[in-house]
């Protein structure tokens, strides 16, 4: 192996320059020529191909977002466009590939496997942490920080107003930010997609938490079977007219921002042993942090789950919640 090349792909998170700047490096280290992709599959299609030195990645650590860019691409989809992509790969000299991003990103690695022979690792980039094969994935804990900070100054002006504020984050198809940033914030309530959402139960809550209470925050993920905060909003507006509700959406804000120093560490530990995965033969499998270890998931393995929350911290919400 003697030239690698790196992309990221999917929904930007922070920490993925972290992981770009150590797969250059790492590969540097081994004597290994490495280019970036720009716009991720989009880019490979393209042949957007840049090459990188120790330089080119100096000063991302810090930064969010992701300095390759990213996007998604509809002729990466179909057979013609994979057989290009590995056309512009051989044609480069690209003896393998670590791309970083989430589901959709795997799955289009594993399809890619199915006529190509370069071997492609990736690394877990998406703040919905909803993988398998790694605790966190990149850009999570920031996100969930992110939101924590948001809330807490949403609770100033609910306190203020003695006001029921319900503010949805991100999670179409996991609760996971939900989850953690509503015991983080000390919500009276998180509404997710994993559980089934009661309004009569939310209701009950509400009228029967602590009257010491100046302010309740509701958090919702936006993937909620009850369509979403504003339409819950409604529902608690019509029960309880007496209450000043109001909604607030997150949106992409959750995304943004420079990665916590945990997420600057686990990009880097992922995107160093990406190319050394690489080196040792690795090939179609995630680089995962399990148990503070290194693991290797294949990307059958690693797609979205909806395996349920954790119950002890689903307990502890009801607990903590009174």
Request: glycine share 10%; hydrophobic share 40%.
């Amino acid at each position: 192996m003697k030239k690698i090349a790196v992309f990221t792909s999917g929904g930007d998170a922070p920490g993925m320059n972290a992981c770009i700047r150590a797969v250059v490096r790492t590969a540097i280290y081994h004597n290994l020529e490495v280019v970036g992709i720009m716009h991720g599959y989009d880019g490979l299609m393209n042949e957007e191909f840049i090459p990188f030195n120790v330089k080119s990645v100096s000063g991302i650590v810090h930064r969010g977002g992701t300095i390759l860019k990213t996007a998604r691409s509809k002729e990466f989809l179909t057979l013609e466009g994979r057989k290009k992509a590995l056309n512009n790969l051989k044609k480069n000299n690209i003896d393998g590939v670590v791309a970083i991003g989430g589901d959709g990103t795997f799955k289009g690695a594993l399809e890619f496997s199915q006529i190509s022979d370069i071997p492609l690792v990736g690394c877990p980039g998406t703040i919905d942490n909803d993988l398998r094969g790694t605790d966190f994935t990149i850009g999570y804990d920031t996100a969930i920080n992110t939101v924590v900070e948001a809330v807490d100054k949403i609770r100033d002006t609910a306190e203020s107003h003695d006001r029921l504020f319900f503010v949805e984050v991100m999670g179409r198809d996991a609760g996971l930010i939900a989850l953690r940033s509503g015991i983080g914030s000390g919500a009276e309530a998180i509404l997710m997609p994993e559980t089934k959402t009661d309004i009569d139960d939310l209701i009950n809550r509400l009228e029967n938490s602590r009257k010491s209470k100046s302010s309740k925050i509701v958090i919702v993920a936006e993937g909620d079977e009850a369509g979403g905060a504003f339409i819950i909003a409604e529902h608690v507006k019509k029960r309880l007219p007496d209450y000043d509700t109001r909604v607030a959406i997150l949106g992409h804000i959750q995304r943004g921002g420079n990665p916590s120093a945990m997420d600057r560490v686990n990009s880097s530990r992922m995107g160093f042993s990406a190319v050394e995965a690489l080196l040792a033969g690795h090939t179609n499998e995630m680089i995962g942090i399990v148990d503070k270890k290194i693991v290797y998931t294949p990307f059958a393995n690693a797609v979205k789950h909806r395996q349920g929350l954790d119950p002890d911290l689903v307990r502890m919400l009801e607990i903590l919640s009174i």
